[in-house]
């Protein structure tokens, strides 16, 4: 039941474990609806083309940076895209330097722009083991790209095929397995003990697969990994509101124009950030778990990561419906906001 009495809320700054920021005039538009509300993301490297080296990360940081609305104050965290040629010696430069925080493997194919991901994992695994040995984090696309896998299902063979044996032959790489869709990854996590965490997106908190599909197509719901069926979604509600420190938030907050979105090939993923918070603190509070909320946006995160919480807070406050936009503008055109398909009573004051 959710708590009547509670309608003031204060909780560290959160951070975005999983995001998707673009570039040029995208990323100009889509930063401030992030930068209000975290301290921190982790930012995808799945640009055109990806980026794959320490440089790369770094001319994509200088370029966030200058695109920071006027008096923000937020830190990207890169990525570096893993290929089949990433050099594990620049790898750990960037770590060393502070320019990467993580490398990311996307299964090739399995997701926008990841034609330059893993083929086969042998060829990474010198990367792998600078990476454990050095204690730099994998973030996995955990999906196989396999076209027999019935792509409900592929998030549940990943764990059998790829993801259990990486982490036999390599116990000591630290590994977030991100945007986890279904009850069988919340049960792997958690009978992990080491090593093994998991991002949860704002959007699978919400929809299953009947929001997709039930009554019409809704493309802007779509986005990989897939929503699943409702008891999916009721595992990584009852995984997020545990507490349990294995699981922590990524909005996987993926901007696509609506253009892109609704064509007969339409483009996968959900654009959260301007009202994740918000969609974050009616789900908690729904559940009763208020308390919660800042484990999974604010503390779990930084812990796995080895960072320290942000110092700052954001205040919550319910009350009226809170009114957002239902799109966008960027200069590409039109980005349609996630519908969470009921009112949203927690306003981020400040
Ligand atoms: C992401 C994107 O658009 O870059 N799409 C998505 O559906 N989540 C890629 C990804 O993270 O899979
Ligand atoms: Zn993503």
Not at 32 to 37: A, D, F, K, N, V
Not at 83 to 111: M, W
Request: aromatic content about 6%; glycine content about 6%; some cysteine.
């Amino acid at each position: 039941m959710p708590d009547k009495h509670l309608t003031d809320l204060t909780i560290r700054r959160p951070d975005d474990w999983h995001l998707h920021l673009r570039d040029g005039a995208m990323l100009q538009a889509v930063l401030p609806e992030t930068t209000r509300h975290f301290g921190r993301a982790i930012i995808m490297p799945n640009l055109v083309p990806p980026v794959v080296t320490a440089s790369d990360a770094s001319g994509y940081r200088d370029r966030i940076l200058a695109a920071m609305p006027p008096g923000a104050s937020f830190t990207p965290l890169m990525t570096l895209y893993l290929t089949e040629d990433t050099d594990p010696d620049d790898v750990e430069r960037a770590h060393r330097d502070g320019i990467a925080t993580a490398v990311k493997l996307y299964p090739a194919g399995a997701t926008t722009n990841s034609a330059s991901g893993v083929r086969d994992f042998d060829k990474v695994r010198p990367v792998l083991d600078r990476m454990a040995a050095i204690g730099m984090p994998l973030c996995v696309h955990g999906e196989v790209t396999d076209p027999a896998v019935d792509i409900f299902d592929r998030e549940a063979v990943f764990i059998d095929k790829v993801l259990k044996p990486i982490r036999k032959k390599n116990p000591d790489l630290r590994i977030i397995m991100e945007h986890v869709t279904t009850e069988d990854a919340v049960d792997y996590v958690r009978d992990t003990p080491k090593n093994l965490a998991a991002t949860i997106t704002t959007h699978h908190l919400i929809i299953n697969r009947n929001h997709i599909l039930a009554g019409g197509i809704r493309p802007h719901y779509y986005c990989l990994p897939v929503a699943k069926r409702e008891k999916h979604r009721i595992a990584l509600v009852q995984a997020a509101v545990s507490g349990d420190t294995r699981f922590f938030l990524g909005t996987d907050s993926a901007p696509h124009t609506d253009a892109r979105k609704l064509q007969e090939c339409g483009c996968a993923g959900v654009f959260s950030a301007p009202n994740t918070i918000s969609c974050l603190a009616e789900v908690f509070d729904v559940a009763g778990k208020l308390g919660k909320l800042e484990a999974f946006t604010s503390l779990n995160g930084p812990a796995f990561y080895g960072l320290p919480p942000n110092t700052n807070t954001i205040r919550l406050v319910k009350g009226d419906p809170v009114s957002y936009p239902s799109h966008i503008q960027t200069k590409d055109g039109p980005v349609t906001v996630f519908d969470p398909g009921f009112a949203l009573h927690w306003r981020v004051e400040s």
